[in-house]
């Protein structure tokens, strides 16, 4: 099972956004029955089937095993990931477009850029598990407490100066025999902090994380 999984077809996010089928989602952390799960859920075993071979031919449900059970054979399976993501690629033409109007200092922009993030990512991580390979990536995350307008700008212009600064020194442009060579994109975000009480239940596939400071995100793994 993966800890965040992609849904990359219109058909697929429509198939796990109806109520039942994101009950039984939730169910399937672990490997169940049809059975199984009509009994903790009080349905009918036929209409649990029903919505888990739907689930499937989306890939979002996964064979574990066959059971013989006496004059039939069940059917055990899990959810292929602990909790999923909707690419905005979904969402075809109506994607944002992050080339259309961009302003650092536009939340709207940050969000069409949030939204080719998570596009991205995942595009990479779906190649990366067909090919048994890691993504190689860093992230940050933390916060940062401000007094006044003026120090956030502050900190914003001496943070693109760094980065800047960074970026000069580390890229480099394609020169014969160099080699390829391998074109990363960068994204630094600063946005005003959710409270929690605003904040949605956190899903199955959410982790704890530092309150206080940034963290680094390792490389993600191949599925063993």
Do not use: C
Not at 35 to 46: E, F, H, I, K, V
Not at 168 to 187: C, F, I, N, T
Request: hydrophobic share 40%.
């Amino acid at each position: 099972m993966q800890d965040v999984g992609m849904i990359s077809n219109a058909e697929a996010a429509e198939a796990s956004l109806h109520p039942m089928r994101r009950q039984l989602l939730a169910e399937l952390s672990e490997p169940r029955s049809a059975t199984g799960l009509a009994a903790r859920l009080g349905m009918p075993r036929q209409k649990v089937n029903y919505h888990l071979r739907i689930l499937e031919q989306h890939g979002l449900v996964e064979l574990v095993e066959e059971r013989r059970r006496g004059n039939f054979t069940e059917r055990v399976v899990q959810a292929s990931a602990a909790s999923y993501v909707i690419s905005p690629g979904t969402l075809g033409e109506m994607q944002p477009d992050p080339a259309y109007a961009p302003d650092r200092l536009s939340a709207r922009w940050l969000l069409a850029l949030a939204s080719r993030l998570v596009r991205d990512v995942g595009t990479l991580l779906a190649g990366a598990r067909k090919a048994r390979r890691a993504v190689a990536t860093f992230a940050m995350d933390g916060e940062i407490r401000f007094i006044s307008a003026a120090d956030r700008a502050a900190f914003a212009e001496e943070l693109s100066e760094a980065i800047t600064g960074l970026v000069a020194k580390y890229h480099r442009d394609r020169q014969p025999g160099d080699g390829e060579g391998k074109l990363h994109r960068l994204v630094v975000a600063v946005h005003p902090a959710v409270p929690a009480d605003a904040q949605p239940p956190g899903g199955r596939g959410s982790r704890p994380g530092s309150r206080h400071g940034p963290g680094p995100a390792g490389r993600d793994r191949p599925d063993q």
